[in-house]
């Protein structure tokens, strides 16, 4: 299908000069722009989405906490820092 698009100049170059390194057309870059802004097939898949292991060693609260309310532990976390109250 044709359509009219209008594009900034500054896009316009960037898009025939990127055109030219890969050797391919405008619209082919165009449509597979599109396809992968808009979530289509056709554009390279994405990764899926790991989350790094964030846990760290211990054996959970020290004992000293272990009975204690949340106002203790934040004052104990945020001691010199600026946090007491």
């Known amino acids: 299908m044709k359509t009219t698009v209008d594009i900034p100049d500054r896009l316009?170059?960037?898009?025939?000069v990127r055109?030219?390194?890969?050797q391919?057309?405008?619209?082919?870059?165009?449509?597979?722009?599109?396809?992968?802004f808009l979530g289509g097939s056709g554009g390279a898949p994405r990764k899926k989405f790991k989350l790094?292991?964030?846990?760290?060693?211990?054996?959970?609260?020290?004992?000293?906490?272990?009975?204690?309310?949340?106002a203790k532990i934040r004052e104990e976390i945020y001691r010199g820092r600026g946090g007491e109250q």
Do not use: P
Not at 19 to 22: I, L, N
Not at 24 to 31: F, I
């Open 52 to 70: 790094k292991d964030g846990s760290v060693r211990g054996n959970g609260l020290a004992e000293e906490f272990q009975d204690a309310e949340w």
């Open 19 to 22: 055109a030219a390194a890969e």
């Open 12 to 16: 316009f170059k960037l898009l025939r």
């Open 24 to 36: 391919t057309t405008m619209r082919e870059l165009l449509a597979a722009a599109l396809q992968q």
